[in-house]
């Protein structure tokens, strides 16, 4: 653990979780905020980058009694995957209720519907929402379907247990790996997400961000070329947003939620597929096209500084355009925030790494992109 000399009377956040920490540490230090780290892998990157950190056992027992004790004013959860967004909402509960102490994350029901994607279908049919049509098929009950179909686990993400199947043989082989699975209608469309931050029943959606049209192989956005705002014929992006927006209310979600959609190509249908409540992969493609970084608005509602109408003068609008580059060599440490109206950003782990543009217009960022050598992927 590392320490500095600090004032009692300064502002503390615990945040927890320290891979994301680099994508708020400098703006919290702006802030003069105290940054309080916990981390189970003590390997683990940005662990310095904080004014105290501590290694604990995985689990929220020990961020909740290290909240307790550093008598810290907030707690911000960096946890960029579902698994533990259950065990958060719990700890969420427990200190907000008998220590009256913020934890910017979202509830236990809010969050048990965003994990479970089964759940989710429940969630937007009964709320009205439009939503691809899907039912659950087993192992031992497969009967004749029509294809091509999407077959998603409950839990899961980043691809995982997904799979498109074109036939009676694809969908036998995917079961030798699993009992049963959700069934969705395949869409030939475009892939749409749009962050929503809310907090203390205000919210504001961002920016639609394009992540590129349906494919038969269920390519992860993260292998895709994605720019923002979407610009597709006939799309009203204010549509999105409202419905984004919409959505988010009624899931009762705070801190910052990523509403995926699925826009038919045919029938210029939109249909919500699933809410992420957590840090979203798209916070990039937001933050380089409307000025607003997502994550430091999470710093925000946790000193008590946040507010939809700030938000709202200081939106603007850019374009963004993200490539994926897997390992991108730069003669410098790139900084992870746009220093210029025409500037960009490496990002993401190693093999993984992508480059986000933000320029005044479309014809800009691509010129960036060649002279920066980066083959564009559609």
């Known amino acids: 653990m590392s320490i500095k000399q600090l ?13 994301l920490f680099d994508d708020v540490a400098m703006y919290a230090k702006e802030e003069g905020i105290t940054t309080i780290l916990t981390e189970s892998n003590p390997k683990s990157p940005n662990l310095n980058l904080s004014d105290i950190h501590y290694i604990v056992p995985r689990g929220m027992e020990y961020p909740k009694d290290i909240a307790i004790k550093e008598d810290v004013d907030a707690v911000v959860p960096l946890i960029g995957v579902d698994k533990p967004l259950v065990e958060i909402a719990r700890l969420k509960e427990e200190l907000e209720n008998v220590y009256d102490l913020p934890v910017v994350a979202s509830g236990i029901e809010t969050a048990q519907i965003s994990i479970d994607k089964f759940k989710t279908k429940e969630f937007l049919i009964k709320n009205g929402i439009k939503t691809p049509k899907c039912r659950k098929i087993s192992r031992n009950s497969l009967k004749p379907e029509s294809y091509p179909l999407v077959l998603k686990q409950r839990e899961g993400q980043g691809g995982s247990g997904l799979k498109i199947v074109s036939s009676a043989s694809e969908l036998e082989t995917y079961f030798k790996d699993y009992n049963e699975a959700i069934a969705e209608e395949f869409m030939d469309g475009f892939e749409i997400s749009v962050e929503v931050l809310r907090w203390r029943d205000e919210s504001i959606p961002l920016v639609p961000v394009y992540k590129g049209k349906t494919t038969m192989e269920g390519f992860h956005p993260l292998k895709k070329t994605k720019t923002a705002p979407a610009d597709i014929d006939g799309l009203d992006n204010e549509y999105l947003r409202s419905l984004a927006n919409k959505v988010t209310i009624i899931l009762g979600a705070e801190g910052n939620t990523d509403v995926d959609m699925i826009c038919d190509m045919r029938t210029q249908d939109t249909y919500v597929i699933e809410m992420n409540t957590r840090p979203s992969g798209t916070r990039y493609l937001t933050t380089a096209s409307t000025n607003i970084n997502p994550m430091h608005e ?29 390992n991108y060599s730069t003669s410098k440490d790139h900084p992870k925030y746009f220093s210029t109206e025409n500037s960009w950003i490496l990002h993401g782990l190693e093999n993984f790494q992508r480059i986000t543009i933000r320029a005044k217009n479309a014809t800009e960022a691509f010129e960036m992109a060649k002279k920066l050598n980066i083959k564009v992927i559609n």
Do not use: C, Y
């Open 7 to 19: 004032s009692s009377d300064i502002m503390k956040i615990l945040f927890i979780g320290a891979r």
């Open 298 to 326: 999470l710093v925000n509602m946790a000193s008590g500084t946040w507010s939809v109408k700030k938000i709202k003068k200081q939106m603007e609008n850019n374009f963004s355009l993200e490539i994926p580059v897997g």
